[in-house]
């Protein structure tokens, strides 16, 4: 799940967006690569390696969303 969060402030006239991913089931903790695109956003494919010790890691930090 991939879901966009836009934020501003009116009074400087600024757009912040973040991102907030669900990664599931987790990543084996070792080298991966991660691809996104978005044609309609202008965005070409894009693929980077991502540290998956690190995303496990990220991942035991937080909190349960459900039992």
């Known amino acids: 799940m991939l ?3 836009p934020a501003g402030d009116i ?3 600024s757009l912040q967006s973040g991102v ?4 599931w089931p987790l990543p084996p903790p070792e080298p991966f ?3 996104v695109e978005w044609p ?3 965005i070409g494919l894009t693929i980077v ?6 995303v496990v890691a ?3 930090r937080s909190p349960d969303c459900w039992p």
């Open 40 to 42: 309609l956003g202008g």
């Open 20 to 23: 907030r991913l669900w990664l």
């Open 11 to 13: 009074r400087t006239g």
């Open 58 to 60: 990220a991942g035991e």
């Open 3 to 5: 879901m966009l969060t």
């Open 49 to 54: 390696e991502l540290d998956g010790a690190a």
């Open 33 to 35: 690569e991660f691809a």
